[in-house]
């Protein structure tokens, strides 16, 4: 909406009575309630964002990050109503999702992916025959499934015939699909994606790499660009095979190359992401460009067509959480008593929240996004520890002192992490 407003577009927010107080309600030029809280009553209910559109006379519908940014039928439903989404069309969203259909796509357009099956898993033999040449540890994934929902590791032969049972039948309760595929467990891998934007004549570029190896439980809380452990070289060589994937399927907007990364500077495809991600705005801050303009440039239908973004420092975002750190994590609704966001030189806040703002229980704890930009990583993490030291909330527990601490470890400040960091080193906040 912020983008828009420079753009000269007026907007409508749609939200649930949970998020009546919400600063997007208030932002928006018209806002339409659409529903109880639960999802199904309201953000995942198509019909009522449809009404909405209509009685609004809305011309396009941005659908974010969550909910159903990623969900081919609303794209579809959008496209058959005259409602342009701001997205790629409801069969690229389609085929990406099937996360075997995705492996098998870029596969022919040459892109690595790690060793594994060719196709879904038919019985155990089959299983089994895979598994022996490829090498244990394996990992069995859901391709319905996304963002590591549903995997299961297997380390030997003698375990693999019922995890496999075990994998399809909680992804056929979880997604009602019991497809799963096969791969070589890669051992403390890094997580790194790159940025791609694509237009509708064809033209499609990447603005480099994230790396958003600290997480835990499959749940991002920092995200930096560029990668401590990807160079020029590197780069050229992911950024290429991003955009090959991305072209594979005539990709049209702004979309995310998932891969991992091993010690040995090999990189395997994951998952492509059809959606702006939460961590955009570090590729924004580094690659000077406002993601959001150009989603609703090239759904609009402008070409892309020569243009190029030149990269610059570097850039962290800190995701604070309506979360206790010190009690694993778990969810701290309530009043933000106080909330005093910090400033000053190249730090910016992305936030719903305000003093007095209630966080509901309801959704996802993210309540504000902590970016800063720097010449270098050691002045971002510098930055970045003097924002977090100025950022006060009162009335919940958050991220920050976690984020304080691990600015503060020797594995961060060196660069030398992997994605077991949080969930296996032993790394606790006090
Ligand atoms: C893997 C893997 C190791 N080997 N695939 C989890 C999220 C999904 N996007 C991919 N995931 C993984 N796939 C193979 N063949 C390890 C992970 C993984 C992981 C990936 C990125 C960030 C954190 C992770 C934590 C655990 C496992």
Known sequence: MQTCRELGISTVGVYSTADRDSLHVRYADEAVCIGPPLGKESYLNIPRILAAAEITNADAIHP?????????????????????????????????????????????????????????????????????????????????????????????????????????????????????????????????EI?????????????????????????????????PAVDEELRTRMGSAAVAAAASINYEGAGTVEFLLDGNRNFYFMEMNTRIQVEHPVTEERYDVDLVKEQILVAAGESIAGRTFTPNGHSIECRINAEDPKQGFRPSPGELQVFHTPGGYSVRVDSHGYASYRVPPNYDSLIAKLIVHADTREEAIERMLRALDEFIVVGIKTTIPFHKQLLLTEAFRSGEFDTGFLDNSGFTVS
Not at 82 to 111: C, H, L, S, W, Y
Request: charge should be negative; aromatic fraction near 4%; hydrophobic fraction near 35%.
């Open 195 to 227: 940025q791609v934007l694509a237009d509708q004549h064809g033209n499609t570029l990447h603005l480099g790499e994230r790396d958003c190896t600290i997480q835990r439980r499959h749940q991002k809380l920092v995200e930096e660009t560029p990668s």
């Open 64 to 192: 974010g990050y969550g909910f159903l940014a990623e969900n081919s039928d609303f794209a579809e439903v959008c496209s058959s109503s005259g409602i342009k989404f701001i997205g790629p069309q409801a069969e690229m969203i389609r085929k990406m999702g099937d996360k075997n259909t995705a492996r098998e796509t870029v596969v022919a357009a040459g892109v690595p992916v790690v060793p594994g099956s060719n196709g879904l898993i038919s019985n155990a033999q089959e299983a089994q025959d895979i598994a022996e040449e490829i090498g244990y540890p394996v990992i069995i994934k859901p391709t319905a499934g996304g963002g590591g929902k549903g995997m299961r590791v297997v380390s030997e032969a003698s375990q693999l015939e019922l995890s496999l049972a075990t994998a399809q039948n909680e992804a056929q309760q979880a997604f009602g699909n019991s497809g799963v595929y096969i791969e070589k467990f890669i051992e403390n891998p890094r997580h790194v």
